[in-house]
DNA sequence: GGGCAAATCCCCCGTACGGGGGATGGCCGC
DNA sequence: GCGGCCATCCCCCGTACGGGGGATTTGCCC
């Protein structure tokens, strides 16, 4: 079993700001800073001699850059979590460190405690994100799509009808789902198909889905 | 400019739940529960019509899914922020849900203090999710992500017709492009069909879209 | 060589679909 | 108040579609 503990390093190529997270998990019951290193050459070094169960990484490092570090470092120690910290929230670093290995990603200038509460979070099979990043993340499973949606004038019950259409629903299906009449439901599909520039309920259903 | 109080609408079959979530949103400052719904059909009823910012919304719904409303709420309201709240953690409901458009993702048996909170964090564009989802999350990135597609046993000539079908092309366009007779693509549209367990070419399309 | 799946083609038949007309209210904007 | 969209409903008509039969050829596997 685990000791009581949570074994901690620090990558953070700024001396003052590693130095006062060293200071913030020394002087935390319940943490104890096993590591606290400069770059990632020294990080992917030490840390398999001094097994941390919680990596800080920054992502803007000197020569290995942070990402790169994570991706090394779960690849010899692939138990080992890391949480990203840092100043950027970039999109692409966001996933690029989600995919290299990171499970948990802070935003630098989060509350101390939240930054302890990160690393019980991620020692426990968690992921803490900062507010912002969870959207990120949540986002890139929805629609790769609209930036600028081309406002297609549809009505909402047009919206309605062509999302029953979209589940495979046959028109007297959808009449009898909306409580209104086939010949309603056909009538909403003459303005969907005209206003999508379509000529069948598949080729709306394609645009719908983009 | 937005009212002080975060508006929030519940939809949730169990009506005890219901309640005591209503209960819990009424009774907190900041807060208040401009509906509760026993099923999605009249959640996407009455929800445009008193417009909360905050839904929160079971997954295990009678008849309509709580996917698929969370589906057309989205298409109806882009901006209407959803939360799932479920004691489901399996992980295609999960992402379901996130591809249909919910922000949020909690389990039951959270404290009613985290339910608040999460309300907030979505209201301002947060991703709040029980550190067992996100974790899920994560590890979507992390994971070589080829995991499914089990390769519906179509042929390639069958996928090439559903290709052109999903392009919306019509039989005998298909027929042409692939110099062959309306009646074989008819034969491999009966094996689509068949092997997909669906019934119209609109319900081919959406399968092979995903 | 028999079995088998893929790919090709054919016919019948009922019906869902889409295009072309309408019509009626309700509500909004100017 | 009039034109505009919206939502609702109605008719006719041709055709694309899907279900039900078939058939043939090619190639592969055992």
């Known amino acids: ?31 104890c800073c096993v590591g606290a290193y400069g770059t990632g050459e020294e990080a992917l070094e030490q840390i398999p001699g001094n097994l941390p169960e919680v990596v800080l990484m920054d992502i803007n490092l000197p020569s290995m850059s ?58 426990h099979g968690g992921a ?9 993340v949540v986002q890139s499973f929805q629609k790769p799509q609209p930036l600028s949606q081309p406002a297609d004038n549809l009505s909402q019950r047009e919206r309605q009808v062509l999302d029953y259409v979209a589940q495979g629903y046959i028109n007297k299906e959808i009449a009898d789902a909306l409580a209104i009449s086939l010949e309603t439901v056909r009538s909403h599909l003459k303005s969907i198909y005209d206003k999508l520039h379509v000529r069948s309920r598949t080729e709306a259903v394609v645009k719908h889905l983009q």
Chains 1, 2 share one sequence.
């Open 66 to 123: 942070g990402v790169d570090c994570v991706r090394q470092l779960k690849n010899l120690l692939p138990a080992i979590q890391v949480v990203m910290l840092t100043v950027y929230n970039d999109t692409d670093l966001i996933f690029q460190a989600l995919r290299a290995g990171a499970s948990g990603y802070l935003l630098k200038g989060v509350k101390p405690s939240k930054i302890l509460e990160a690393i019980e979070e991620v020692k």
């Open 1 to 31: 079993m685990q000791s009581m503990v949570t074994r901690v390093s620090i990558v953070e190529d700024d001396q003052r700001i590693r130095a006062s997270l060293s200071l913030l998990i020394e002087s935390s019951p319940g943490f």
């Open 128 to 136: 803490p994100m900062s507010s912002y990043i969870a959207r990120k």
